[in-house]
């Protein structure tokens, strides 16, 4: 498994934009790592993923194509999160996941990751 800690959660209005960081302890480059979500009362939802081999394959829900772009600096092992024209719909708890291993597919689904962060939280105001 693989420590991570997430950092970067705030409090904006709609339409702003916030950037998360997730750090990890150890090397990020053959992994899948990914960013998830949880609001009050809703199951976890895959945001982003990204391979952390071949850092140009990602992978983005539908509901933030467009708005989210996530990244992965494997010298500085850190995830990123970069989150544009935020509404109150995007209001949740995100959680970094990572699976270590060659990353054949960059999932959306929790059940492809071993590691886990202890969140950050993100509130959007309209």
């Known amino acids: 498994q693989v420590p991570l800690v997430e950092s970067g959660g705030d409090s904006v209005q709609a339409g702003g934009s916030l950037s998360l960081s997730c750090r990890a302890s150890?090397?990020?480059?053959?992994?899948?790592m990914a960013w998830f979500r949880q609001a009050p009362g809703k199951e976890r939802e895959g945001v982003a993923s990204?391979?952390?081999?071949?850092?140009?394959?990602?992978r983005y829900a539908d509901s933030v194509k467009g708005r989210f772009t996530i990244t992965l600096d494997n010298a500085k092992q850190t995830l990123y999160l970069q989150m544009n024209n935020l509404s109150p719909e995007d209001t949740a708890l995100y959680y970094c996941?990572?699976?270590?291993?060659?990353?054949?597919?960059?999932?959306?689904?929790?059940?492809?990751?071993?590691?886990w962060g202890h969140g950050t939280q993100v509130t959007v105001s309209s």
């Open positions: 990204i391979d952390g081999e071949e850092i140009g394959r990602t």
């Open positions: 996941a990572a699976k270590r291993g060659i990353c054949w597919l960059p999932s959306l689904s929790a059940s492809a990751y071993d590691s």
């Open positions: 150890g090397s990020t480059y053959r992994a899948c």
